[in-house]
């Protein structure tokens, strides 16, 4: 669905940078609400450049901070609305096992979010669950609505959805320039477009976009490796399909968190992932040195050794942001770009000079279930509504020193 070759010029109620599932999301509520919408993609649709493709997502009530535990509700409920809307299945349940140390601070904070006082132990995990297995002095927390979100086709759903109400999706169009005003200008490769309103929510590309409004961003992208294990028995339910999703919180040896889903993607294949990756510039990842070392693969096969008996120990498919390579043990190779603030916490947020522009970001590797809240959000603040939500900490002025001169 590339952009026409010709330049474009075009008035519109808003525009939307970044069709990635929060763009797109906003983009979506804008439409509904009856304004003309321009949605503005870099790549050609669809892509694996940033951080929203992928075929599953896990999506969970259990939250160890508050203001997201407050806002899955919300979520579980428009994303059934887009099932409605799309005529087609989003969303499978599995259930979701939250594992850790006793009284860990983030297994207490997801307990209490789900306002229960049971958990389980090992006895009871091994006899529900067995392909997951507690250590001494762990503990496990039962979140009944956890499930597997079906992520690019959630995206094209949204899209589509965006399009019969009357939004202007277009891609392969990179933004040059962005002049602010009461109306803004915004150039790309192949036009020119105003609005009165301007959001942003483009991933690892967020910062750059901004900086020449004078705002510096602390946004740091991560390459992370997505890994694919092999079930030892394939189609045992003690690993695979029947499993549900989980996630360790609080252990020493990974301590920015493991979350697994059921075998979906590749046939006998459980997707585990560590939480965490490498910084890297969304311009120059696919030029990672040939041999550079992935210590968290190690540590998640030392972690399938020990929790997940059921799986092999080593992946059978890993999935970063370098090329495609096939080898006796298949390792495929594709992007997946995340981008962290320093407190792991979003930016949704006017710009604090251009109160016309507004900012969406920093979503962490755990935004694409509240996307249909975040694109809420970020289109009632456009609009100059009542946030559905406390905006309180995903302000930007959080953090000191991110308003420069412009360039």
């Not at 993609?41 to 992928?54: K, V, Y």
């Not at 901070?65 to 409920?77: K, L």
Request: hydrophobic share 40%.
């Amino acid at each position: 669905m590339a952009a026409p070759s010709q330049p474009q010029q075009a008035t519109y109620d808003a525009i939307v940078i970044g069709a990635g599932i929060q763009g797109s999301f906003t983009a979506y509520h804008l439409a509904q609400r009856r304004r003309d919408t321009l949605l503005l993609e870099q790549f050609i649709l669809p892509h694996s450049r940033g951080s929203s493709h992928g075929q599953s997502r896990i999506t969970r009530s259990a939250y160890p901070r508050v203001p997201y535990a407050r806002m899955m509700p919300d979520s579980f409920h428009l994303w059934q609305r887009l099932e409605a809307e799309a005529g087609t299945s989003l969303y499978r349940r599995t259930g979701l096992v939250v594992l850790g140390p006793a009284g860990d601070p983030e297994l207490e904070g997801c307990r209490r979010s789900l306002g229960t006082d049971q958990v389980l132990d090992a006895t009871v995990l091994a006899r529900c669950f067995p392909g997951l297995r507690l250590h001494a002095g762990e503990v496990a927390v039962w979140d009944g609505t956890g499930g597997v979100l079906f992520a690019d086709r959630a995206l094209r759903a949204v899209q589509d959805v965006f399009r019969r109400h009357g939004g202007t999706l277009r891609d392969g169009e990179k933004v040059l320039r962005i002049e602010p005003g009461a109306v803004l200008t915004v150039t790309t490769t192949a036009g020119v477009y105003q609005a009165p309103r301007l959001i942003i929510a483009a991933g690892a590309w967020t910062g750059a976009l901004v900086a020449p409004l004078g705002l510096c961003l602390p946004l740091q992208p991560l390459r992370i490796n997505v890994c694919y294990w092999r079930e030892k028995e394939p189609g045992s339910p003690s690993a695979g399909r029947a499993s549900p999703c989980f996630m360790a919180l609080g252990l020493s040896r990974a301590p920015h968190g493991v979350y697994g889903l059921p075998a979906l993607e590749y046939p006998g294949l459980v997707k585990v992932c560590y939480h965490h990756g490498s910084p890297t510039d969304p311009e120059e990842r696919d030029r990672l040195p040939p041999g550079t070392p992935h210590p968290d693969v190690a540590l998640l096969s030392s972690f399938i050794s020990s929790y997940l008996p059921g799986l092999e120990p080593r992946p059978a498919v890993v999935e970063t942001c370098l090329y495609t390579e096939r080898t006796l043990d298949p390792i495929t190779l594709t992007p997946w770009l995340p981008q962290n603030t320093p407190d792991e916490d979003f930016i949704l947020d006017r710009h604090p000079k251009f109160s016309n522009i507004i900012i969406g970001a920093g979503f962490s590797g755990h935004g694409f279930k509240l996307a249909p809240v975040v694109g809420k959000l970020l289109c009632e603040l456009s609009l100059g509504e009542e946030p559905s939500h406390s905006m309180a900490p995903f302000t930007i002025t959080r953090f000191p020193g991110v308003l420069r001169a412009a360039l």
